[in-house]
C-alpha cells in the first residue's frame, strides 16, 4: 500500500496561507491520482482539490474560488497544497491521499485507497 506523510499544517491568522506536502512512499508507480481533503469539527469529510497522475489535470472544488492550489513534484514523489487567503472556516485536519485505481479521477473517497495521518490547520480572526 502506498505510504503518505504529510507535513506542513499549524497556526495561521486569517488572510496568510500555507503550504502543505504530502509524500508518497511505497508502490508509487501505481499511483492514478493524489489529493487533499479536510474534515472540520462537527463535519464531514469533504474533498478540496486532486491531481491526476497520466495527465496531470488538476481538480478543485467549486467553494474555493481559486485559494487553493495543488500541485505535484513528480522526481520526489509529493503532492503541494498551496493555501492563500485563509479564513477561519478553513480550519480542519487535512488530510492527503492516493488512489491506485482511474476511478480517483472522479473525486470520491471511496476510490482513495491509501490515507495520511492528517495535519491540523487552525486560521485565528
Known amino acids: 500500500q502506498v505510504q503518505l506523510m504529510e507535513s506542513g499544517g499549524g497556526s495561521v491568522q486569517a488572510g496568510g496561507s500555507l503550504r502543505l506536502s504530502c509524500a508518497a512512499s511505497?508502490?508509487?508507480?501505481?499511483?492514478?491520482?493524489m489529493g487533499w481533503f479536510r474534515q472540520a469539527p462537527g463535519k464531514d469529510r469533504e474533498r478540496i482539490a486532486r491531481?491526476?497522475?497520466?495527465?496531470?489535470?488538476?481538480y478543485y472544488g467549486d467553494w474555493m474560488k481559486g485559494r487553493f492550489t495543488i500541485s505535484r513534484d513528480s522526481a520526489k514523489n509529493t503532492v503541494y497544497l498551496e493555501m492563500t487567503n485563509l479564513k477561519p472556516e478553513d480550519t480542519a485536519i487535512y488530510y492527503c491521499?492516493?488512489?491506485?485505481?482511474?476511478?480517483?479521477?472522479?473525486?470520491?473517497?471511496?476510490?482513495?485507497?491509501?490515507w495520511g495521518q492528517g495535519t491540523q490547520v487552525t486560521v485565528s480572526s
Open positions: 511505497e508502490y508509487t508507480s501505481r499511483i492514478y491520482c
Open positions: 491521499a492516493a488512489g491506485t485505481s482511474w476511478m480517483c479521477l472522479h473525486g470520491s473517497q471511496r476510490d482513495f485507497s491509501s
Open positions: 491531481i491526476y497522475f497520466p495527465d496531470n489535470t488538476t
